[in-house]
């Protein structure tokens, strides 16, 4: 037993160290050996004038299957060193270009060669001019807080507008940029975040890169208050039970307007058709409360009667 202890567990570090040694030395031999690969090499444009731009879709990769040392051909595909694509001299408008085996970025004198050119066998680029264009931006706000608080409505950024640069033709459809979504699920204090663009169209830029947004999430304050329930249009001889509902107003501190819930009006739904006799209809409310002011009545619903009957 002490044998096996012994051989197994003296001098450790040195035959890890000769394992390591012998397992590099494998893999220096077993990757000499010749191999055929697919490699990716991806386009690069070069010598851009300043006043102009790309547009359309990005240029993908080159896609071709070489013949060499397998070492040689990981070290491509790991490193993967970009084709090069001049556009000097070129105007906005259409450029095509067909590539071909001088394009690629191959190491001279290690005897990698190119069996086939998989894709794409011409290069298509769209080439806009460059402008600028001052856009507001558009928060997504998602989620509801904590129980017991309330969001305003109102979403503060800093700055309100970005300038976007890219090309003209881009810009031209682009009336705003809607911001990365920000969550509110379980807040219960003011929110102050800085967010970055959802999504930009391609080869467009904002500036700055990200905006502050402050979201103001307060504790919310309840109020009940009884109200008649009014009649809609068309419901002449007909009469409701119970005549008046308790409104209850729910609303951010700091947003609750007592003048505005004050001249809130509740009435109930008149149907479309049928008898309406002893019928049960939902009440609602009107009178212009902001979003963020929530309303439910006590009971919900009234009974329509036809007076005299």
């Known amino acids: 037993m002490n044998l096996v202890r012994a051989l197994l567990f003296d001098n450790l570090g040195l035959k890890l160290v000769a394992l390591l040694l012998a397992v590099l030395v494998y893999l220096n031999v077993y990757t000499d050996r010749p191999a055929s690969m697919i490699v990716s090499f991806p386009i690069q444009v070069t010598d851009l004038a300043d006043s102009l731009t790309l547009a359309g879709p990005a ?89 017991g608080f309330l969001w305003d409505g109102a979403v503060r950024a800093t700055p309100g ?39 930009l169209p391609e080869w467009c830029t904002m500036t700055p890169g990200e905006v502050e947004l402050e979201i103001a999430v307060e504790a919310a304050v309840t109020r009940r208050l009884v109200i008649p329930v009014e009649s809609p249009p068309g419901a002449a001889g007909l009469a409701v039970t119970p005549s008046h509902v308790t409104a209850v107003v729910t609303a951010p501190r700091g947003g609750y307007d007592p003048d505005a819930v004050s001249r809130m009006s509740a009435y109930w739904v008149l149907p479309t058709g049928g008898s309406w006799g002893g019928r049960r209809l939902p009440v609602r409310h009107r009178g212009g409360l902001p979003a963020h002011v929530r309303v439910r009545f006590e009971p919900d619903s009234v009974t329509v009667q036809r007076v005299g009957r």
Request: hydrophobic residues 40%.
């Open 161 to 199: 507008t970005v300038e976007v640069e890219g090309p003209r033709q881009a810009l031209a459809a682009l009336d705003s940029v809607r911001l990365k979504t920000v969550t509110l699920v379980g807040r219960r204090d003011t929110v102050r975040i800085a967010v970055g663009p959802q999504s």
């Open 59 to 147: 240029p993908g990769v080159v896609r071709v299957e070489l013949r060499g040392p397998a070492k040689q051909l990981i070290r491509l595909r790991l490193s993967e060193p970009p084709v090069k694509v001049s556009v000097a001299g070129m105007g906005r408008g259409h450029f095509e270009r067909v590539l071909g085996i001088a394009d690629l970025p191959l190491p001279e004198g290690v005897g990698t060669e190119v069996d086939r050119m998989v894709s794409p066998r011409t290069l298509s680029l769209e080439l806009d001019l460059k402008g600028r264009h001052w856009v507001p931006v558009a928060a997504r706000i998602q989620g509801e807080p904590a129980g």
